[in-house]
């Protein structure tokens, strides 16, 4: 069987892990997901995550009081997967304290990956996507510090996607190293060897990141002032993290030429639309736990 899997994928296509590669800007890398039911989904989710992540990482998952059986779901992952930790929530606090919870878990370095938990990764190897794209913004700026979006196929249509420009970041294939992916720029059977490893990645500069499924370094996702932000409705404000980057000068785009996930939620049912509108009076105008929190840091 190893045979046969070596003729079918050979070593150009294959990450081996443990090994140096001269792309890897992260040593550890964390998923973040903030879930609140949608079982069915969220499972979907993550074992996309495991199926497709190609690279080790750590899975940090915050449940926000989730009632239709996706709790107990997630509890039974986390016992049976080592690299899973599980924060439930006695209750459902919002996205925006939600995400402000996140950044006091998440550690303070590394390569922090953020997705909502009605998305599913399609891609293979996505995390060896996302540190060559990190690469290739270091080998551009001196730095890795930006904020990159991933591909959300089915919100494309409805112009969630939109890029001032397009960028192209090359990664010569002397500052690269196997396996290929979809930023190759040479036809791996008619390059020289010299070339073999010749990448590009095309960045679709923005100035707003929607949130759903994005990927900085830690510290750019701690620094995010969400303590300042009182919503208007039940969730977050993307252009709050949006503004925030722009403010420090921090580069944010879209990967056109890298890994795709697909929104499981989309485009919005009715009920859903009714459920939101529902919640922009229970949550943001008479959640009474939420205006105590936030005098309290008020007056502290």
Not at 40 to 55: K, N, S, V
Not at 86 to 112: A, I
């Amino acid at each position: 069987m190893s045979a046969r899997r070596d003729q079918f994928n050979p070593v150009l296509f294959q990450h081996v892990p443990g090994t140096a590669y001269p792309w890897q800007v992260f040593d550890r890398v964390t998923i973040a997901v903030l879930s609140w039911n949608r079982r069915e989904m969220t499972e979907r989710a993550i074992e996309a995550l495991y199926r497709h992540a190609g690279m080790p990482f750590d899975l940090l998952v915050l449940d926000n009081a989730s009632t239709d059986g996706t709790a107990e779901m997630l509890a039974a992952m986390a016992a049976a997967q080592p690299n899973m930790r599980l924060v439930q929530n006695p209750e459902n606090v919002g996205q925006n304290r939600g995400m402000l919870q996140l950044q006091g878990l998440v550690p303070e370095d590394g390569l922090l990956l953020y997705i909502d938990n009605d998305i599913e990764f399609l891609s293979a190897c996505f995390l060896v996507h996302l540190q060559k794209a990190f690469h290739a913004v270091r080998l551009a700026t001196g730095r890795p510090d930006a904020v990159l979006g991933m591909r959300v196929i089915n919100g494309e249509e409805y112009g969630f996607r939109h890029a001032a420009e397009v960028q192209r970041l090359r990664i010569p294939s002397d500052r690269n190293g196997p396996p290929r992916t979809s930023f190759a720029a040479v036809n791996k059977d008619r390059a020289p060897p010299e070339r073999l490893h010749e990448e590009q990645v095309l960045i679709g500069s923005s100035d707003f990141i929607i949130n759903q499924c994005w990927a900085c370094p830690a510290p750019l996702f701690r620094s995010i002032p969400y303590q300042e932000l009182y919503p208007t409705y039940i969730g977050g404000d993307d252009a709050l993290a949006s503004t925030h980057w722009a403010s420090l000068g921090i580069p944010m785009g879209i990967l056109e030429n890298g890994p795709v996930a697909r929104h499981l939620d989309w485009p919005y049912s009715e009920e859903k639309i009714q459920l939101y509108e529902q919640l922009t009076q229970e949550r943001a105008v008479t959640d009474r736990s939420y205006l105590l929190w936030k005098l309290r840091r008020f007056f502290r």
